[in-house]
């Protein structure tokens, strides 16, 4: 079974709760990428959780 995707229209609405900027969704992490914030808020059962405590810090190549 393929991982669930983001709706593209839920892409256009959610932004980085810390910076507003916008978000791109990693498929492969099932992440959405805050690069401004370098932050990665990760996606539980097709849910965003967009809460900067639960996000994953990049790291500085990404």
């Not at 690069?35 to 810090?57: F, V």
């Amino acid at each position: 079974m393929s991982p669930p995707k983001v709706d593209p229209k839920l892409l256009e609405i959610l932004v980085c709760p810390l910076t507003k900027g916008t978000l791109t969704f990693d498929e492969s992490t099932q992440e959405l990428i805050s690069k401004q914030a370098q932050l990665a808020y990760p996606i539980r059962d097709g849910i965003p959780i967009m809460l900067a405590d639960e996000a994953r810090k990049l790291k500085d190549n990404v």
